[in-house]
């Protein structure tokens, strides 16, 4: 039974869709059965309009992370702040949380476990079958650092593509149908109702990360190829060019067949990634 949900927009301070869309879900969920938390996640961050100020909020949840009282910087201690609110972190007073996010590719509507337990596949049908342009991904860490870990239950919710720091209708109707969809999956859940799922679920296994050309001193070198650019979630063969560099050259791609994400993904030059790699897999429900 599920009676205690938090909806988190924020996280990423510059990711406006999240921030705004829980004060709409403020005014218009109700519910007798179920308690609706409405967390911002990141407000400082959000006030400069920048993904985090210090370390990127949704990476400081690992467990270890929070037990750790000699962390400095603003989302070290934020995340503290949070886990106590809604957690803490292995005992939480939260049942359930939605974290809400954006990308600048075009991901559409992304779902992201890091269970494939029947609940968490469960849920992730129900919306996939219910709403067009919707991927599951599954992050696997055992001690995950995303906010939403707080909780046993859980999922993140991304939708793209749009640049950081603006609102898109369209990005934020998305969002809103899909929070809509996994409370109406939750309403079922907790009276026994849910209809009958598909046999097997399509999801996204994360691998490995590709880096952007870089020299030996971290400066750019070359950018994403125009061949693999806009194509979050289709697949990418050996020897394909995925980077073209300054001088002319292509740099073709040499390891295995894939599916690749997050393509030129703006929140992630800092760390100099260029793509996401993936094994598309189906999962038993």
């Known amino acids: 039974m599920i009676k205690n949900i938090a909806i988190v927009g924020g996280t990423h301070g510059n990711e406006f869709t999240g ?4 004060k709409k879900l403020e005014q218009e969920l109700s519910s ?11 407000p400082k ?28 910087g603003y989302e070290n201690q934020r995340a503290k702040e949070i886990n106590q609110e809604l957690g ?4 939480s007073k ?26 968490h596949l469960k849920l992730a049908d129900y919306v ?7 991927t599951i991904t599954w992050e696997v860490i055992e001690d995950h650092h995303f906010l939403m870990s707080i909780a046993e239950k859980h999922i993140l919710v991304e939708v ?8 898109r209708q369209d990005v934020f109707d998305k969002t809103h149908h899909t929070v809509l969809k996994i409370m109406e999956f939750i309403g079922a859940y907790n009276q026994g109702r849910l209809p009958e799922s598909s046999k097997e679920l399509e999801v996204y296994k994360y691998f490995d990360v590709a880096y952007l050309p870089q020299n030996q001193n971290g ?38 067949d894939c599916t690749i994400s997050f393509i030129n993904e703006a929140a992630y030059y800092d760390e100099r990634k260029a793509f996401s790699l993936s094994r598309k897999e189906s999962i038993k429900i």
């Open 19 to 22: 921030v705004y869309l829980i």
């Open 32 to 42: 007798k059965e179920l308690e609706v938390h409405y967390l911002m996640a990141n």
């Open 45 to 72: 961050a959000h006030q400069a309009v920048k993904r985090y100020i210090d370390r990127d909020l949704n990476r400081c949840f690992k467990q270890s992370d929070l037990d750790n009282a000699n962390l400095e």
């Open 88 to 91: 803490p972190k292995g005992n």
């Open 94 to 119: 939260t049942n359930f949380i939605i974290d809400l996010h954006t990308s600048t590719a075009p991901m559409g509507i992304n779902l992201v476990i890091t269970k494939a337990d029947p609940f």
């Open 128 to 134: 996939k079958t219910r709403l067009e342009g919707v």
């Open 160 to 167: 793209g593509a749009t640049p950081q720091g603006v609102l």
């Open 219 to 256: 400066e750019l070198i070359g950018m994403i190829h125009e061949n693999i650019q806009d194509r979050d979630f289709q697949p990418l063969k050996s020897g394909e060019p995925i980077f073209k560099l300054f001088n002319g050259k292509d740099v073709l791609f040499e390891g295995e």
